[in-house]
Structures are given as C-alpha cells and as structure tokens.
C-alpha cells in the first residue's frame, strides 16, 4: 500500500476514535445527569425495574468500548506502525 494511503486512513481511524470518544463521554454525561428521568420513564414504558435498566446502560457502554478500540483504535495503531516502518 502506499504511504500516502497509510497516512490516510491512519487519520481517519484516528479521528473517527476521537470523535466516538468524546460522543461515549457525552453519552456518559448526559446518562449521569439524567438517570433518574430515563430510569423512570424506561421503568413506566417498557416495565422494567432499575436493575435491568442499569444492566442495559452497562452492555451499553461495553459495546461502544468494543467499537471505538477494536473497529477503530487497532486499524488506526497498525496503519501507524504501517506508515513509521515503511
């Protein structure tokens, strides 16, 4: 691949990590600030109780901790190590 590709989409995969991570920290933000809201409302709509709302915004925030390092982090640190080597 050429270097100008690697440079690319190294930058790319870089960006688009930091732009889900300050959108994971928005998300956290805003879960913070409005849990008793979305626990009571998810809690009146759907009839589940706080357990099992507490246990979706875990699996949440897991998934979105797989997406931003292992779809974008690793793509990003290899095409890194890709562009210093060649």
């Known amino acids: 691949m050429e270097r100008d590709k690697i440079v690319f989409f190294r930058n790319f995969f870089f960006c688009a990590f930091i732009i889900g991570l300050i959108f994971a920290l928005f998300y956290f933000g805003v879960t913070l ?31 979105l901790r797989v997406v931003l390092v292992f779809f974008f982090l690793v793509p990003a640190l290899a095409l ?3 562009a210093r080597k060649g």
Request: glycine share 6%; charged share 25%; net charge neutral.
């Open 33 to 63: 600030l409005f849990w008793k809201t979305g626990a009571s409302m998810t809690t009146h709509l759907f009839k589940i109780d706080e357990k099992e709302f507490g246990r979706l915004v875990l699996l949440f925030f897991i998934e």
């Open 80 to 82: 890194h190590w890709m």
